[in-house]
Each structure stands twice: as structure tokens, then as C-alpha cells.
């Protein structure tokens, strides 16, 4: 008697479980029709569905004609901002120390050259004399200022 119960609710689980599932199939083929509804028809190939522009809808678009009186628009000579007027001796020791970073690092026998961007100046570390590097310096470079060196040792 009891495997005989059991047997019926086992087969009502199944029923169910059958029951649901073509449930969810009829919902998801209604989802799946709905969506086709909702799309624009493809044309069928050689079909011209979609018409071309003609010259007459491209004609009546209006053309942009000059006066002659109108004001001309013309760009503003300056933007506000004030470009910097570097005297000669400026540009030369900008253009010297722009130079100069590019070199960098720089290595002789006599001394190594680096740049600290933290605190904006030339390092040298000094392996012969300071005098052999101040010499050095008025040759290749004379428009740096000795001040903007650092030296290490």
C-alpha cells in the first residue's frame, strides 16, 4: 500500500514537472513571435524597398548665397593671451639648457652631468677638478649660469 502511494506521488511530480515545462515553452515561443512582429519586414532580394533620393527632392534644398552688404567675419588678430617676449640672451640660454638636457646624461673622465627636475637644476658630479668643468661649461655652453649646478661631491 505504501509503495502504491508513493508510486501516485511520484507520478503527480512528473506530471507537474511535464506540465511546467511546456508551459515554459509556449511562453517563450509567444516571446519569440511577439519579437519577429516587432522587426520591419526584410525585402524580398531584387525588391527595391528602399527608394532612392531624386533630383527633385535634392533641388529644393535652399543654397546659401552672399550678400554683399553683409559684415565679414574676421578672426581676432590676438586670443587674450599674451605671448612672452624673450630678449635674445633668454632664448640663447633657453635653447643652451634645452640642449643640454637633451646630452643628459653626459659622462667625461672629468665629471658626470644629470638633471633633478624636483628641484630644477643640474647635478654634476665632479671626478677631476671644478675648474676643469667651469672651463668646460664657458666653452660648450656659455649662457648657463654656474649657479644652476648642483655639485655632489
Avoid: C
Avoid at 578672426?75 to 639648457?97: A, H, K, M, N, V
Avoid at 637633451?102 to 637644476?121: I, K, W
Amino acid at each position: 500500500m505504501e509503495s502504491l502511494i508513493q508510486n501516485t506521488n511520484t507520478k503527480k511530480i512528473y506530471i507537474i514537472m511535464i506540465v511546467l515545462f511546456i508551459l515554459l515553452l509556449l511562453i517563450l515561443f509567444l516571446i519569440m513571435i511577439i519579437s519577429r512582429q516587432s522587426q520591419p519586414p526584410i525585402p524580398p532580394e531584387g525588391s527595391t524597398a528602399n527608394p532612392s533620393i531624386t533630383g527633385s527632392l535634392l533641388s529644393t534644398t535652399p543654397s546659401v548665397t552672399s550678400d554683399p552688404n553683409a559684415p565679414v567675419a574676421t578672426p581676432p588678430d590676438r586670443t587674450g593671451g599674451l605671448d612672452p617676449q624673450f630678449t635674445q640672451e633668454e632664448q640663447t640660454l633657453i635653447e643652451q639648457e634645452r640642449g643640454l638636457k637633451r646630452r643628459l646624461p653626459y659622462v667625461t673622465a672629468d665629471f658626470e652631468l644629470s638633471y633633478n627636475y624636483d628641484t630644477d637644476r643640474f647635478e654634476v658630479r665632479l671626478i677631476g677638478t671644478r675648474e676643469t668643468f667651469l672651463q668646460w661649461l664657458s666653452t660648450t655652453y656659455p649662457a648657463i649660469d654656474p649657479e644652476r649646478f648642483t655639485y655632489l661631491n
